[in-house]
């Protein structure tokens, strides 16, 4: 799989990041606390790289295990807030994966800004075990991005529509997150 530099020049392309943010959480609704963020701080190298890059960076995640619709306890809010602190800039959130409040947020990124976008696990199309449904979501985030960067090691086994289908559809590279675990995985293997 290709690296990021395998992308080309980044400088305001729209780049689709599937991190692994699935972090626990406590309290419900505006009293939600993340207890542990270690996975978002394991996602900012790579966010990090691309915002100095200059692209325009978009962030999908999953959190939780959704019935695909929304369930207000597995928003991703806290975790475009807590991205933001460890990113030392603000990031935008959608309220949506693939709707008007997605559409609107990443054409009102900058370059070297980020959003996140809601739980993609919100659209039963994410893991729909029906390709047809599953290809509809993957084109509907394609469409988000010029380039696409799978950077959650956790998920990469899964055909998910923010996973896989997507890579289909969009030039994809994989994210430093992935790339140092392949090579932890070689050295234990060789």
């Known amino acids: 799989m290709n690296l990021i530099d395998d992308l080309g020049e980044l400088r305001g392309r729209r780049v689709l990041v599937r991190s692994d943010l699935n972090v626990p959480l406590a309290g419900a609704g505006g009293d939600t606390v993340i207890t542990d963020d270690g996975r978002i701080r394991a996602s ?55 709707g008007d409040s997605a559409r609107s947020t990443v054409a009102g990124l900058s370059d070297g800004e980020v959003a996140v976008l809601e739980n993609v696990r919100f659209n039963a199309g994410e893991t729909s075990k029906d390709e047809a449904e599953r290809g509809a979501f993957a084109d ?30 969009l030039p994809a590279s994989m994210g430093g997150l992935v790339a140092t675990e392949i090579e932890v995985l070689r050295r234990l293997t060789d």
């Open 44 to 98: 900012v190298p790579t966010v990090s790289r691309l915002v100095e890059a200059g692209a325009r960076v978009i962030v999908i995640a999953h959190l939780g295990r959704p019935e695909g619709a929304p369930e207000e306890r597995y928003s991703l809010r806290p975790v475009a807030t807590r991205l933001g602190e460890l990113l030392g800039q603000d990031v935008a959130f959608a309220t949506d994966t693939v």
């Open 140 to 169: 509907e985030l394609a469409s988000l991005a010029d380039v696409f960067v799978s950077d959650g090691f956790g998920v990469v086994h899964r055909k998910q529509a923010s996973v896989y289908d997507v890579a289909q559809r």
